[in-house]
């Protein structure tokens, strides 16, 4: 583990190594950003959405959670994707979990996590509900998570797919695309799990027709 004090060294060393290699690259970036993405990934170490799609800082707009959840009522999700989605007009919008993600696998048992986790961790379980049959015939416990994974990438997406901010984007200007991935620890490699073009249909419930 490094020091804290490595942190700042190692700062500086990158900060003098970008000036060296483009030397307007802070003042480029320091007037504007217009990433085209929006990332909602998992909070977990290992899947830096920079690192693990070789961009740049101004490139992508982050949010991170534990296990990418998309939730209706989470104000600090609602007010990065409208900002996201209404000023910084993303095209795309990528929901990226991972394979091994430690809060799906905490959501499958039934440990008492304490109120604020259990909290949290519930939504993966609602999602781990409505595919119980297609996950409780997965023997393997590490690929019935992995089946999770998967599953709970779609759910979120969905979720995006269902909130008036999307669905008023969509309408007025064809954007953005919906993608969601699982991302795998082992390889380092992303499976693309679905897509949604703007204007995708879902179950007209969450439809709304006077945007
Ligand atoms: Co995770």
Same mark, same amino acid.
């Given at each position: 583990m490094?020091p804290?004090?490595?942190?700042?060294?190692?700062?500086?060393?990158?900060?003098?190594?970008?000036?060296?290699?483009?030397?307007?690259?802070?003042?480029?970036?320091?007037?504007?950003?217009?990433?085209?993405?929006?990332?909602?990934?998992?909070?977990?170490?290992? +899947?830096?959405?920079?690192?693990?799609t070789?961009?740049?800082p101004?490139?992508?707009? +982050? #949010?991170?959670?534990?296990?990418?959840? +998309?939730?209706?009522?989470?104000?600090?999700?609602?007010?990065?994707?409208?900002?996201?989605?209404?000023?910084?007009?993303?095209?795309?919008i990528?929901?990226?979990?991972h394979?091994?993600?430690?809060?799906?696998?905490?959501?499958?048992?039934?440990?008492?996590?304490?109120?604020?986790?259990?909290?949290?961790?519930?939504?993966?379980?609602?999602?781990?509900?409505?595919?119980?049959?297609?996950?409780?015939?997965?023997?393997?416990?590490?690929?019935r998570?992995?089946?999770?994974v998967?599953?709970? +990438?779609?759910?979120?997406?969905?979720?995006?797919?269902k909130?008036?901010?999307?669905?008023?984007?969509?309408?007025?200007?064809?954007?953005p695309?919906? #993608?969601?991935?699982?991302?795998?620890?082992?390889?380092?490699?992303?499976?693309?799990?679905l897509?949604?073009?703007?204007?995708?249909?879902?179950d007209?419930?969450?439809?709304?027709?006077?945007?």
């Amino acid at each position: 583990m490094l020091p804290i004090e490595q942190l700042l060294e190692n700062n500086v060393a990158w900060a003098q190594a970008r000036v060296k290699e483009d030397p307007d690259f802070f003042n480029r970036l320091a007037n504007l950003q217009t990433p085209q993405f929006l990332w909602i990934g998992c909070s977990d170490s290992r +899947v830096p959405a920079n690192q693990i799609t070789d961009t740049q800082p101004g490139e992508i707009f +982050v #949010h991170r959670n534990i296990a990418n959840l +998309v939730i209706h009522t989470d104000v600090n999700l609602g007010a990065v994707l409208d900002y996201a989605v209404n000023h910084l007009k993303v095209k795309h919008i990528i929901v990226c979990g991972h394979y091994g993600c430690g809060g799906v696998k905490a959501a499958m048992t039934q440990t008492d996590y304490k109120p604020i986790l259990n909290k949290w961790l519930r939504n993966i379980k609602d999602v781990y509900r409505i595919y119980r049959e297609e996950l409780d015939a997965i023997e393997d416990m590490e690929k019935r998570a992995d089946r999770l994974v998967e599953l709970n +990438v779609k759910e979120q997406v969905t979720n995006l797919a269902k909130m008036s901010t999307i669905q008023k984007a969509w309408k007025e200007e064809r954007r953005p695309h919906l #993608h969601g991935w699982a991302y795998g620890l082992k390889n380092g490699y992303i499976n693309p799990i679905l897509d949604l073009e703007p204007g995708t249909g879902i179950d007209p419930i969450y439809e709304y027709d006077d945007l």
